[in-house]
Nanobody
Framework: QVQLVESGGGLVPAGGSLRLSCAGQ????????MGWYRQPPGKQREVVAV???????NYADSVKGRFTISRDNAKNTVYLQMISLKPEDTAVYYC?????????????WGQGTQVTVSS
């Protein structure tokens, strides 16, 4: 059973900051892409940031310059540093791990952590 557990969410005022963490699957972490997604109330899940196995990163336009994704392969952990938070950032944030080895594709999701930004 693969376990992905997000942590670090909470209630923060507008302009504040939070750091989210998620532990990935150890043996495959270094060859996996890690990503952060979010689902605002009443809306569909959307991509926030992605970190590839070779440390290339991509961000949604709405968070570019404010959010930073990083990974620590030794700890099998991916982080999302969020600053200058806005009420529009309120959502459940999910961790995702995916990759491919030979003909085997894999994709795992965490349970999510709630981020609420008050105005």
């Amino acid at each position: 059973q693969v376990q992905l557990v997000e942590s670090g969410g909470g209630l923060v005022p507008a302009g504040g900051s939070l750091r989210l963490s998620c532990a990935g699957q150890g043996s495959r972490f270094s060859i996996s892409a890690m990503g952060w997604y979010r689902q605002p109330p009443g809306k569909q899940r959307e991509v926030v940031a992605v970190s590839t196995s070779d440390d290339r990163t991509n961000y949604a336009d709405s968070v570019k310059g404010r959010f930073t994704i990083s990974r620590d392969n030794a700890k099998n952990t991916v982080y999302l540093q969020m600053i200058s938070l806005k009420p529009e950032d309120t959502a459940v944030y999910y961790c995702n791990q995916k990759g491919c080895f030979f003909l085997d594709d894999w994709e795992y999701w965490g349970q999510g952590t709630q981020v609420t930004v008050s105005s």
